[in-house]
């Protein structure tokens, strides 16, 4: 089976302006969980999609968005960026079951300007 | 809400020698599962080894196993006969059983370095 997926793998945006990231996730995986990963703050929860809905949301601010596709992709949306929004973002995969483990891409590194 | 602490930035072990990462957390709960997960300089996140919390015998993975203290809230990890391989950043995560505001979300200590050296 292939892995997890997130495009694009690096991006350089500048302030105000907006990005959107892909995650595809492994076959049969219905739940994409999103993470921001800094120096600062370390590995933090964004969301999770299961099914096209949210179920869960971290604390994040409204800026940050996101939604799955009947096929499972999920996409994360930051507006208005910010020079603190540089970071790490990693999509996790999982079945859906709050017992599963969950598998992570490869990440997407934004680098705001 | 749950908290995972990791006390050990960084750690070094020789090649072919054991080393234990420790890992603590805070919960209410008495059903959940924890991870440990590597992330070497590629970044991809990769999961080592988890365990149940309803389950007394500590999970193993080859040369990685976890002495998994319920009661202390405690949860190592060994890794024995150290590869180069080996180096990388280890996080340890926890993962609530409940639904609601627990859905598909880990919580991560702050990680450890593990350095390994020749």
């Known amino acids: 089976k292939a892995g997890v997926t997130q495009t694009p793998r690096y991006l350089i945006k500048t302030r105000g302006q907006q990005v959107t990231l892909s995650c595809s996730p492994i076959?049969?995986?219905?739940?994409v969980s999103w993470y921001q990963q800094t120096p600062g703050q370390g590995l933090q929860f964004l969301f999770e999609y299961f099914s096209e809905t949210q179920r869960n949301k971290g604390n994040f601010p409204g800026r940050f968005s996101g939604r799955q596709f009947s096929n499972s992709r999920s996409e994360m949306n930051v507006s208005t960026l910010e020079l603190g929004d540089s970071a790490l973002y990693l999509c996790a995969s999982s079945i859906g079951q709050s017992s599963d483990t969950q598998y992570f891409g490869p990440g997407t590194r934004l680098t705001v300007l | 809400a749950q908290t995972v602490t990791q006390s050990q930035p960084e750690m070094s072990v020789q090649e072919a020698e054991t080393v234990t990462l420790s890992c603590t957390y805070d919960?209410?709960?008495?059903?959940?599962?924890l991870f440990w997960y590597k992330q070497p300089p590629s970044r991809q996140m990769i999961l080592v080894i988890r365990q149940e919390a309803y389950k007394q015998q500590n999970a193993t993975e080859n040369r990685f196993s976890v002495n998994f203290q319920k009661a202390a809230k405690s949860f190592s990890l060994k890794i024995s006969d150290s590869q180069l391989g080996d180096a990388a950043m280890y996080f340890c995560?926890?993962?609530?059983?409940?639904?609601?505001?627990?859905?598909?979300?880990?919580?991560f200590g702050q990680g450890t370095i593990l350095t390994v050296h020749p």
């Open positions: 919960t209410s709960e008495s059903d959940y599962y």
């Open positions: 076959s049969g995986h219905r739940s």
């Open positions: 995560a926890y993962r609530s059983f409940a639904g609601g505001t627990s859905y598909g979300k880990l919580t």
